[in-house]
T-cell receptor, first 115, second 115 residues
């Protein structure tokens, strides 16, 4: 069964450093998402991406964040200058259709720790 | 605005007993409702969804959920719990007119099934 994959599984970085989190969505999917979960809190939406542009973003997704689909398979989330409060589990998701009744398929997550 | 509440952080149940994981939601229109499960070191896995029709929805691994519009609830149930059901469970909602906008998640309920 096809799966969304994410690398690395755990990233430790110093405050102020740039990080890139990588995702490989399911191959025939067209809609891509990043979510995050701070420890003990809700899973929160960051950004959605379709047709090589951002469809929607939350207020969390400020100028420090960017997304890119550099080739036909990868989908990346970049944080330019990490803050302590960026420490969280980051989930990538993809879906194949636009309709709101379609489920999204999630990767295993990248745990980001900012020191 | 859409929101989901999972009132229990932790649910403990003995193996073989029925289990219930609670979820209530708030949307301005009609909801699409989803349950996801997360096993250790794995991504969020789709379990089941309510779109329309029968209020009792059956999903993977013997789970089912009942949509109750008057109580705005979508509780997850299983008649006989297994130790392997121990995991983190997330309820999510979308308004049916929202297109492919992001899912709104609850904070998750940790289910522990004791042998």
């Amino acid at each position: 069964e096809p799966e969304v994959t994410q690398t690395p599984s755990h990233q430790v970085t110093q405050m102020g450093q740039e990080v890139i989190l990588r995702c490989v969505p399911i191959s025939n999917h067209l809609y891509f998402y990043w979510y995050r979960q701070i420890l003990g809190q809700k899973v929160e939406f960051l950004v959605s991406f379709y047709n090589n542009e951002i469809s929607e973003k939350s207020e969390i997704f400020d100028d420090q964040f960017s997304v890119e689909r550099p080739d036909g398979s990868n989908f990346t989330l970049k944080i330019r200058s990490t803050k302590l409060e960026d420490s969280a589990m980051y989930f990538c998701a993809s879906s194949d259709k636009r309709a709101s009744y379609n489920e999204q398929f999630f990767g295993p997550g990248t745990r980001l720790t900012v020191l | 605005a859409q929101s989901v509440a999972q009132p229990e952080d932790q649910v403990n149940v003995a193996e073989g007993n029925p289990l219930t994981v609670k979820c209530t939601y708030s949307v301005s229109g009609n909801p699409y409702l989803f349950w996801y499960v997360q096993y250790p070191n794995r991504g969020l896995q789709f379990l089941l969804k309510y779109i329309t029709g029968d209020n009792l929805v059956k999903g993977s691994y013997g789970f089912e959920a009942e949509f109750n519009k008057s109580q705005t609830s979508f509780h997850l149930k299983k008649p006989s719990a297994l130790v392997s059901d121990s995991a983190l469970y997330f309820c999510a909602v979308r308004d049916i007119y929202s297109g492919n906008t992001p899912l709104v998640f609850g904070k998750g309920t940790r289910l522990s099934v004791i042998a």
